[in-house]
């Protein structure tokens, strides 16, 4: 039995769910990263100096990936938005992290694990 096709979404519902979104990752954006053991494993760090050191470059994130999408978004320019903000916090966090390693750093991030359904708690706090 096929399932009916949604009704696409109306410029008020995406306004209001983009506003949601953005609100949520200003608010808890570093906890994306950080409440994921295996990315706090690449830096050999814990979550408290997780969020310390990502709470410190967040807000400058959120800016430059806000300044890139429409104020009222489409769903692909929600998860452009995601992305950006996710790039971002992972690039500054590697530019914390200068004197380490950055190859050994680089290397694990690529081989980890993202647990979706941990970073969908994350965002939702």
């Given at each position: 039995?096929?399932?009916?096709?949604?009704?696409?979404?109306?410029?008020?519902?995406?306004?209001?769910?983009?506003e949601m979104i953005k609100t949520k990752v200003q608010k808890n954006g570093a906890d994306l990263l950080c409440d994921q053991e295996s990315y706090r494993g690449c830096y050999k760090i814990s979550r408290e100096q997780c969020l310390k050191e990502l709470n410190?470059?967040?807000?400058?994130?959120?800016?430059?990936?806000?300044?890139?999408?429409?104020?009222?978004?489409?769903?692909?320019?929600?998860?452009?938005?995601?992305?950006?903000?996710?790039?971002?916090?992972?690039?500054?966090?590697?530019?914390?992290?200068?004197?380490?390693?950055?190859?050994?750093?680089?290397?694990?991030?690529?081989?980890?694990?993202?647990?979706?359904?941990?970073?969908?708690?994350?965002?939702?706090?």
């Open positions: 039995v096929s399932q009916p096709t949604p009704p696409p979404k109306t410029e008020y519902q995406n306004e209001i769910i983009g410190s470059v967040k807000d400058d994130c959120f800016k430059r990936a806000n300044d890139r999408v429409p104020r009222i978004m489409n769903e692909g320019e929600m998860k452009q938005f995601a992305q950006q903000f996710g790039s971002c916090l992972a690039l500054r966090h590697l530019q914390l992290h200068q004197d380490k390693n950055l190859a050994e750093i680089g290397e694990c991030m690529q081989k980890m694990s993202y647990d979706k359904a941990q970073g969908a708690k994350s965002i939702m706090k």
